[in-house]
T-cell receptor
């Protein structure tokens, strides 16, 4: 079975410091990778996606992620966080199966930005 | 504005009652999904539908039912057979490559 693992359940970081949220995925011939953000009591919002091409992907709110095939990782980074980045972040992989792509989600990482 | 709507935002029911959660999308997406979210467990797939009048069970379909009579609508019924129905329910839709767009969610509380 395909799997996506987020290595940290909680990450505290001071405001204006850099942050990295780690994600590893199970290898497959064809996989597409996503990061989503969820604010309390809201739905998930797509931050960025890797479908093909450049391994460095830029998303909204100043976030970026790097697709690393050899290490099967797709870590999310931001050089300087703001209080408003406090949220839960989900990494997800889309694997082909039965003619469609299903998303497999990691269990989430709660980012807490400390003033 | 295109998007996904879920209603209501909060729903309260007594144990033993069936309840239906609404999900509507105007993105013209073929595929729609229902997820359940519990603290610390991420998202778990309940049902999905790739086309009108067809749907498949996800990982935790027991105690739930769905219908897909229109492309825009994918309602979820939480039946009295669902042992722990209190949760946050998310609906999503997609057009390609698994890229899914989510609604705002419905928080169901059963007492």
């Amino acid at each position: 079975a395909q799997s996506v693992t987020q290595l940290d359940s909680q990450v505290p970081v001071f405001e204006e410091a850099p942050v990295e949220l780690r994600c590893n995925y199970s290898s497959s011939v064809s996989v597409y990778l996503f990061w989503y953000v969820q604010y309390p009591n809201q739905g998930l919002q797509l931050l960025l996606k890797y479908l093909s091409g450049s391994t460095l992907v830029k998303g909204i709110n100043g976030f970026e992620a790097e697709f690393n095939k050899s290490q099967t990782s797709f870590h999310l980074r931001k050089p300087s966080v703001h209080i408003s980045d406090t949220a839960e972040y989900f990494c997800a992989g889309a694997y082909s199966g039965a003619g469609s792509y299903q998303l497999t989600f990691g269990k989430g990482t709660k980012l807490s930005v400390i003033p | 504005d295109g998007g996904i709507t879920q209603s209501p935002k909060y729903l309260f029911r007594k144990e033993g009652q069936n309840v239906t959660l609404s999900c509507e999308q105007n993105l013209n997406h073929d595929a729609m999904y229902w997820y359940r979210q519990d603290p610390g467990q991420g998202l778990r797939l309940i049902y999905y539908s790739q086309i009108v009048n067809d749907f498949q069970k996800g990982d935790i379909a027991e105690g739930y039912s769905v219908s897909r009579e229109k492309k825009e609508s994918f309602p979820l019924t939480v039946t009295s057979a669902q042992k722990n129905p209190t949760a946050f329910y998310l609906c999503a839709s997609s057009i390609r490559f698994g890229e899914q767009y989510f609604g705002p969610g419905t928080r169901l509380t059963v007492t």
